[in-house]
């Protein structure tokens, strides 16, 4: 059985993760022959990421579910500890993409590759996090906590989840920010294009 809790996880990961990309994809692109547009959807991407994830899923994740995995399966805690250890420090991360992407716009080219290459490394260890998440402590989870763990996890996951993972869970106010993603994006991340 997948609880709500763990599903919730799966799916927030699953919409970071396709953010993280387009991000990527966005700077393959390049800023082509709207710049303006091309620093909107950037901005608007990097505030999902710093707004959601950092503010609601780590905290779900840190103060909830690690916890009791730890207490219950001993050799995950030094997995843990450094998935903890990356939730402290990625609000600060964001935050220092965010100004390398406004020093690309407002300085000009000779900023472009720090933001670059920041975005591309913070990406790959986005990325990694999950995935060392969803192969080590979601399997030990689902072996080791109970029902009423997992009940007490469902109840606390369905108050705040992302804003962008489930259309029908997604929270009204994130809709003019997930619009003006999809619509200013150009094909294939968006619909600008079209």
């Known amino acids: ?11 927030e990961h699953s919409a970071l993760g396709a953010m993280l990309r387009s ?3 966005m700077m393959d ?17 990097l505030f999902y990421v710093d707004e959601f994830p950092e503010r609601l899923h780590h905290p779900k994740e840190s103060a909830l579910l690690f916890p009791r995995v730890a207490q219950l399966v001993p050799e995950t805690q030094e997995t843990i500890r450094q998935l903890d250890n990356d939730h ?23 900023r472009r590759f720090a933001f670059d290459h920041a975005l591309r490394a913070y990406c790959l260890f986005y990325l990694e996090h ?12 689902q072996k080791m906590l109970t029902e009423a763990d997992w009940q007490a996890l469902d109840e ?10 489930q259309k029908s869970m997604r929270d009204p106010s994130f809709d003019l920010l997930f619009s003006r993603i999809v619509m200013q994006a150009p094909s294939p991340i968006g619909l600008a294009d079209a």
């Open 1 to 11: 059985m997948v609880h709500d809790s763990m599903r919730t996880i799966i799916d």
């Open 23 to 25: 991000l990527i994809m």
């Open 29 to 45: 692109r390049g800023p082509m022959d709207d710049s303006d547009q091309f620093f909107d959807v950037l901005r608007a991407m």
């Open 88 to 110: 402290a420090k990625g609000e600060s991360s964001v935050r220092e993409l965010q100004h390398l992407l406004l020093a690309w716009e407002l300085l000009g080219e000779s």
């Open 130 to 141: 999950m995935r060392l998440e969803e192969t080590v402590i979601l399997p030990a989870a």
């Open 156 to 165: 606390a996951f369905v108050l705040n989840t992302d804003p962008m993972a």
